[in-house]
């Protein structure tokens, strides 16, 4: 489990981790960020600086991998599954009462990179004060039999002006699982 840099002629730099077991993914550094792991099958990208200023503090995205489990129950696990007639991720509700609550507030997100696809799936706090609701957030990238996820807040519904999801979503649209020598299988090919 490391992290590295790698330099790129363009704007922005590349950071890879590899999270042991066959898990291993680099993405663009678009907000000057770093990517560690220190945790077998997790990792995080943060910034010293939020690309947009937040009540929530800090900006991160954590990674857990799922490895050797059906994809299909992973998905579920963060909310979504896969809608063959839709060709699409849709929301995923464990049984209608939840659907009638949660239905509503909550947003799919499609996410397509280089060489993975998935969601990210946003619901909006409905209890508690209302001036502390958030906006929660779940995604997994999906590559053959590996899946990488994550859920965090994306903001306080009361301040739009502070939302980190479009740079969430940037930053997940940017993510390419790599081997263990830090390259992709179709870089690897003559």
């Given at each position: ?23 291993a993914i680099r993405l663009l550094d678009l907000y000057g960020g770093h990517l560690q792991s220190g945790m077998p099958a997790k990792a995080s990208y943060w910034t010293d600086k939020p690309p947009v200023r937040s009540s929530l503090g800090n900006f991160g995205i954590n990674f857990e991998c799922h ?124």
């Amino acid at each position: 489990m490391a992290a590295s840099t790698l330099s790129t002629s363009g704007k922005f730099s590349v950071l890879s981790v590899d999270m042991g077991a066959g898990c291993a993914i680099r993405l663009l550094d678009l907000y000057g960020g770093h990517l560690q792991s220190g945790m077998p099958a997790k990792a995080s990208y943060w910034t010293d600086k939020p690309p947009v200023r937040s009540s929530l503090g800090n900006f991160g995205i954590n990674f857990e991998c799922h490895r050797g489990q059906p994809l299909d129950d992973v998905a579920k696990s963060y909310g979504s599954r896969w809608d063959v007639r839709g060709r699409r991720w849709a929301p995923y509700y464990e049984d209608r009462s939840e659907q009638r609550l949660a239905g509503p507030v909550s947003r799919m997100y499609q996410l397509q990179t280089t060489n993975a696809t998935g969601f990210l799936r946003t619901t909006d706090q409905i209890n508690g004060e209302e001036s502390e609701r958030v906006r929660f957030y779940a995604f997994c990238l999906f590559r053959v039999d590996i899946a990488i996820c994550g859920d965090g807040q994306s903001r306080f519904l009361k301040e739009p002006a502070g939302d980190f999801l479009p740079y969430i979503l940037r930053v997940l649209r940017s993510v390419e699982f790599i081997n263990s020598s830090g390259t992709t299988d179709e870089e690897k090919k003559p």
